[in-house]
């Protein structure tokens, strides 16, 4: 036993005194938060081992994911975001457009294959009809009522908003009233606007961000909500971005998870072409496992589910992550196309066989959720394969962001 202790006495006073107040349930403060970010080697150790203490207190040994498909209907966009490698300028070759038919096809495709939800997001198309995300929901509802909607960023929806020059919250209503189940919680990258001015002038502002969110919460439709990091921010930007994160989350409830998302550098402009001066090649894997343990240990208590990133961190990594305070494992994904552009290497789907045994080999227990975290299926042993464990060439089966800007087929036009 004394062998065990005389490791952990040398955490640091301090950061040993700010674990022990998480452990007894007391709220972080910023400062604390901010003392936490900058832990290394032992400290850092005591952090994730709390991080994984409270996860077990929060939520169990349940590990979750969801059967999923993107369908990022266009790469067009009008904005310039640094970091982004997806979106194509409209006079591009490259630009494509899915028709709402081919939008349709693809979700019944996923359905078919056991999937629960469709993720839409897409590019900001110039002069895209102000009420085309609307057609989008009712268009898949009217032939899959049971799918689950989860689409649409904050971006979008002011774009949107904007478009049918509809006010935001009856700009919501209407979605929620075609079908719309959740939105995520994309856009936010960092809140803070110094920020957002240099890696992504022109954005949806920090205000509005969260003006979208709340209004989405109050009409009952829940979100996720995200953090980009490895880029220019300092760790004490993801302490503030997490509090901002828990000040909504009192007040609404709404959010369902948050998920950390590192950014994927090789393709982005702001690296690739040196845009943004001093940015970081992505956290490194040192950063991935403090922002996972700082989020149990900061957010875990109000939002009890934390997803690690099979596309941005590899699942490798991913599955370490369940041991730093992580709790969900994301989606299948089936078209993961953003991260695929900016030069993630982990491909475009993970079938849920795969996830079920990174969960098992973690020593947890695998479950298919909701996308609002309900569980359907326990796997307390290992089941038949499913329709979509038994695709054998993801890319020729579903096609790929490569495949699309590369073909005439669905060329975008003005
Ligand atoms: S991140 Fe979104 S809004 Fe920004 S350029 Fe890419 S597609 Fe457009």
């Not at 939520?59 to 994911?65: E, I, L, R, S």
């Not at 996308?371 to 979509?388: A, F, G, I, N, W």
Request: hydrophobic content about 35%.
């Amino acid at each position: 036993m004394n062998g065990l202790v005389a490791p952990l006495d040398r955490v640091s006073r301090e950061v040993r005194t700010i674990l022990a107040r998480a452990l007894d349930g007391s709220e972080m403060s910023v400062a604390e938060g901010a003392r936490l970010s900058e832990t290394e080697g032992r400290d850092l150790q005591a952090l994730t081992l709390v991080a994984d203490e409270l996860r077990r207190r929060q939520v169990g040994d349940t590990v979750t994911y969801v059967v999923n498909r993107n369908i990022n209907f266009t790469n067009v966009c009008i904005k310039h975001c640094t970091f982004c490698a997806f979106s194509r300028d409209h006079r591009e070759e490259e630009g494509y457009f899915l028709p709402l038919d081919e939008v349709v096809r693809r979700a019944q495709e996923a359905w078919d294959l056991g999937a629960t939800e469709v993720c839409i997001q897409a590019g900001l198309p110039p002069k895209l009809p102000g009420r085309y995300y609307i057609d989008i929901c009712r268009a898949i509802k009217k032939v899959l009522p049971e799918m689950h909607l989860h689409a649409f960023s904050p971006e979008e929806i002011l774009y949107g908003s904007v478009r049918s020059a509809l006010p935001i919250r009856e700009y919501l209503g209407e979605l929620k009233a075609a079908g719309l189940g959740t939105l995520p919680g994309t856009s936010a990258e960092i809140l803070d606007d110094e920020i957002r001015d240099v890696i992504s002038k022109g954005r949806i502002t920090t205000r509005q961000w969260i003006e979208v969110i709340t209004t989405a919460h109050s009409l009952g439709i829940r979100t996720t909500s995200t953090i980009m990091y490895g880029h220019i921010e300092t760790p004490l930007h993801w302490v503030r971005h997490m509090d901002l994160l828990r000040q909504i989350q009192r007040d609404t409830g709404g959010f369902t998870e948050f998920v950390p998302l590192s950014l994927i550098h090789q393709e982005a402009p702001m690296y690739r072409r040196g845009l943004v001066p001093g940015v970081r090649p992505g956290a490194t894997g040192t950063e991935v496992v403090k922002m996972h343990a700082l989020a149990r240990v900061m957010l875990g208590p109000s939002l009890r589910n934390i997803q690690a990133s099979w596309v941005k961190e590899g699942p490798k990594l991913a599955q370490y992550l369940l041991t730093c305070g992580a709790n969900d494992l994301g989606g299948t994904l089936i078209n993961e196309s953003i991260s695929t552009s900016a030069g993630a290497p982990y491909g475009q789907l993970v079938p849920p066989r795969e996830l079920r045994r990174m969960i098992c080999e973690a020593g947890r227990l695998p479950a298919q959720r909701t996308t609002t975290y309900d569980l359907l299926k326990v796997y307390h042993e290992e089941d038949e394969p499913s329709p979509l464990d038994k695709v054998e060439d993801p890319e020729a089966t579903f096609g790929s962001y490569h495949r699309l800007t590369a073909s005439p087929e669905f060329r975008f036009r003005k």
